[in-house]
């Protein structure tokens, strides 16, 4: 008998409760095995009938089974209509495959209506026992095709003759009597209002919304059937796409002073979204600045301003008689300028609301409409380019916009270390004070107008090179001053077009307009022949044209216009320029030969002093005493 360590011995219990694990363990792992066989054969099963149904359901059609065919669809339709909620997801595959049948049989279908619309096709036998036998399936596809050749018939994209053949061929079919025949009855009836629904499809394509909607509304008045329903869906459309850019719309005019357009849009949105409170309230805001109009036929005011003088202690530092600071205003000066004008009953308005421009060979004349009590004044802003030149005069150095992204003027002020910092004002610039004088007064613009600003292209435009032509007039001026040539890049050229084309934007977006003075700033064009006045046009054509977009007027910069008949003449307005601007010190226009011509006032120190415009200015009181004792 052999003795053993009690940590080797195992009892016989243990022993069969061990056995009985190993069974149980087999058995599940048996039933394991066997539940994942069951799953495999039960999916490979059911991807079986699924890869079969397609052919099976395509083969019964090929052989003219339709009956077996809408078994096999309505079949699978059933299961999927009374599956519950719970059990949807869990039929997309009877899903997809309704869906591939429908399209087998809505691809037969479409090419058997587009061969017969296309190719006056007349359908066989075999065709038309396929689209009357496969019921629902047909129905609903050639249904949809013939409502939506009705469209095109209304809109221009059928002719009568075609459309009357696919609903001879088509409509004899049992299956479509329900829905072709009542729209063969109103052929006629879609024929007469093809006009109005494609003139309201043309004011649609042009976005001009409002126009497109309530013609729309008319054809519903005026039509039952096919034409009203598809007036009503159409104008719930162009509802549903309108509302929301045209509210942007009408809201960045009430931003932009632009009152009275706002008013007259706002007011068309009312009459198609009656209970909008939203443009109820800004209809109101509307309303609340704008009052009775009238035509005006009298004078019209034309100043013209130059850059500003931002740093008076620099353009007062030296005798007054030693430099060019009389050419120019303060701030405080053109502030006081504006306060008498709007005293006086002047509100700024747009020159180019005297024509009509649509056609490029002929000028039209227009009527001027000003608020009544008002009288209308154009604001010239001469050559805003800031030439080094007239630095000494403390002009700005360029035109920046602040992080509101408001324009401003940036001059150069010398600190206590004697270095020059700059600084960054509305109040540096003509720009900036009469765009804050009009956020106060906004009854001092007509629907938010507010000035001309001219460009050369000599030196820099607003401050910046934008050509490599600009570089060495741009240091020659800089010479004139004892300050260090500059070079810029390609790369920096290209950021400085950016940058005014940014500021360009922002101005045209707040009322402001642009014209040229010549790309060199030609001081007599009158007496320049052709080819300067090509070659120079041109440069200002490829250089700065594209910066500030469509131009159409010209300020000429000592006033020597060239007379409309001329040739030279002739070819600026060939190339779009309509408005030309001249000088003399009292209001005249005149239209000529498809152009319209303003006399411009020059307002400066000097002409203050020296000419007599007490009928709208009283000059002692305009001009800044500090220029008396610099």
């Known amino acids: ?56 359901f395509e083969q019964a059609i090929n052989d003219g089974d339709y009956e077996g065919a809408l078994e096999i669809y309505r079949s699978i339709q059933d299961e999927v209509l009374a599956a519950s909620p719970e059990e949807a997801g869990s039929l997309t595959e009877e899903i997809e495959l309704l869906d591939q049948m429908e399209s087998i049989v809505k691809d037969r279908s479409d090419s058997i209506c587009t061969r017969i619309l296309e190719e006056r096709y007349v359908p066989t036998p075999s065709d038309v026992e396929f689209l009357d036998k496969m019921k629902e399936l047909t129905s609903s596809v050639v249904s949809d095709w013939l409502n939506n050749l009705c469209v095109d018939f209304l809109l221009g994209r059928e002719e009568k003759p075609d459309v009357i053949f696919a609903f001879d061929q088509l409509s004899p079919i ?19 209002a093809a006009g109005q629904v494609q003139k309201a499809e043309e004011n649609y394509d042009k976005g001009d919304y409002v126009a497109a909607v309530q013609t729309y509304q008319d054809v519903a008045e005026d039509y039952e059937g096919f034409v009203y329903d598809y007036s009503v869906t159409r104008i719930e459309e162009i509802k549903n796409v309108m509302y929301e850019p045209m509210m942007q719309e009408g809201e960045h005019m009430l931003e932009t002073f632009r009152f009275y357009s706002a008013e007259q849009l706002l007011s068309d949105l009312a009459v198609i979204f009656p209970e909008d409170e939203r443009i109820r309230s800004d209809l109101l805001e509307a309303t609340g600045h704008t009052t009775a109009t009238k035509t005006y036929y009298g004078a019209i005011e034309v100043l013209c301003v130059r850059p500003l003088i931002a740093n008076e202690e620099t353009a007062f530092a030296e005798s007054y008689v030693n430099n060019d600071s009389g050419l120019y205003l303060t701030g405080s000066e053109f502030e006081a300028i504006l306060e008498q004008l709007y005293a006086e009953g002047y509100c700024l308005v747009n020159g180019e609301d005297l024509i009509d421009m649509s056609d490029p060979g002929f000028l039209l004349e227009r009527n001027l409409t000003i608020p009544e009590g008002k009288k209308p004044l154009i604001i010239v802003i001469e050559n805003l380019c800031y030439s080094a030149t007239a630095y000494d005069c403390g002009i700005c150095r360029r035109l920046v916009l602040n992080d509101r992204g408001q324009v401003c003027g940036e001059y150069a002020v010398t600190n206590e270390r004697g270095d020059e910092e700059p600084v960054i004002s509305r109040e540096a610039e003509s720009i900036g004070i009469l765009d804050e004088f009009v956020e106060q007064h906004p009854d001092f613009t007509y629907d938010g107008a507010k000035g001309v600003i001219s460009v050369s292209g000599f030196e820099n435009c607003f401050g910046y090179i934008v050509s490599a032509d600009e570089i060495e007039d741009h240091n020659q001026a800089l010479a004139t001053q004892n300050m260090q040539p500059v070079n810029p890049t390609a790369d920096e050229i290209a950021a400085n077009r950016e940058t005014v084309t940014q500021i360009a934007n922002v101005l045209k977006d707040n009322g402001w307009q642009f014209a040229s003075c010549t790309y060199g700033y030609i001081s007599n064009a009158r007496s320049c022949d052709m080819d300067t006045i090509q070659q120079d046009t041109q440069k200002w054509l490829d250089q700065i044209a594209p910066l500030l977009g469509e131009t159409h007027m010209i300020v000429y910069p000592g006033g020597n216009y060239i007379y409309g008949t001329d040739d030279r003449a002739v070819y600026l307005k060939n190339l779009g320029f309509r408005i030309f601007f001249g000088i003399g010190s009292r209001p005249y226009y005149t239209y000529g030969d498809n152009y319209l011509y303003f006399d411009r006032a020059i307002i400066s120190a000097n002409t203050l002093k020296s000419i007599d415009y007490s009928r709208i200015l009283d000059a002692g009181s305009i001009l800044d005493p500090d220029r008396q004792t610099g």
């Open 1 to 56: 008998m052999s003795t053993f360590s009690p940590e080797y011995n195992i009892s016989g219990d243990n022993r069969r409760k061990t056995g009985t694990g190993y069974v149980v363990s087999s058995v599940v792992c048996c039933l394991s095995i066997l539940a994942m066989v069951v799953v495999l054969v039960v999916v490979n099963n059911i991807n079986s009938y699924r890869n079969l149904t397609i052919p099976e």
């Open 174 to 192: 049992s299956n479509f009597a329900a829905t072709a025949n009542p729209l063969l009855r109103e052929i006629d009836f879609i024929e007469t």
